[in-house]
């Protein structure tokens, strides 16, 4: 081989490894890009599942105080006779919490999380495993309850007000557990 053979092949190789590694570099950018979007659209997607949380936790403290504020009257001392009127309810019988899975639910199915703390995702899908209880709660009382109304109207609920108790009772309850698990996964900052 003569020497400018050599040197062409020299010059042919050395291009050849300056694309290559120009490839290399452009492809590590790009995926270092492509991480950095991704964690990003993770921190949105935990803003988001936040807010709602935080949303959630006042209308959940609203109703559990609503549901205090019964248990008392009810639970307080009567004639004997007393009998609550449909009045004394101005929420209703019962007064749930219209908790949101919008933000949790997008992140989850769209894969925004992916890039999200294991222990974070497992603490947030507590606080929805919760609310999902609740709100099966919610169904099934509010069948019972309109069946009650359709047989007997407002003062028949009203009027088997021991029982009714027991159904605010165990509403105040979730509502409390629930309450104590967003203060609890949330933190004290996180949650207003």
Do not use: C
């Not at 949303?55 to 403290?61: I, K, M, P, Q």
């Not at 949101?100 to 890039?115: C, I, P, Q, Y």
Request: glycine share 6%; proline share 3%; net charge negative.
């Amino acid at each position: 081989m003569t020497s400018t053979t050599k040197d062409a092949v020299r010059s042919a190789l050395l291009e050849a490894g300056f694309v290559v590694l120009g490839v290399i570099l452009a492809l590590a950018a790009n995926e270092w890009r492509q991480d950095l979007a991704d964690k990003e659209h993770s921190r949105q997607a935990v803003a988001s599942i936040q807010e709602e949380v935080r949303a959630n936790r006042a209308a959940v403290e609203v109703s559990m105080e609503y549901h205090s504020e019964l248990l008392k009257m009810l639970q307080g001392e009567h004639e004997e006779g007393w009998v609550p009127d449909a009045r004394d309810f101005p929420r209703g019988f019962i007064f749930p919490a219209r908790v949101s899975r919008t933000a949790w639910s997008t992140a989850s199915e769209t894969g925004a999380l992916s890039k999200t703390e294991f222990s974070v995702v497992m603490k947030m899908s507590r606080i929805y495993a919760l609310q999902d209880r609740y709100e099966a709660q919610v169904l099934t009382v509010g069948q019972i309850i309109y069946a009650e109304l359709f047989k007997g109207g407002t003062q028949a609920i009203a009027g088997n007000y021991r029982n009714l108790a027991s159904i605010i009772s165990t509403f105040a309850y979730r509502e409390k557990e629930l309450l104590a698990e967003y203060d609890e996964t949330m933190g004290p900052s996180d949650v207003p």
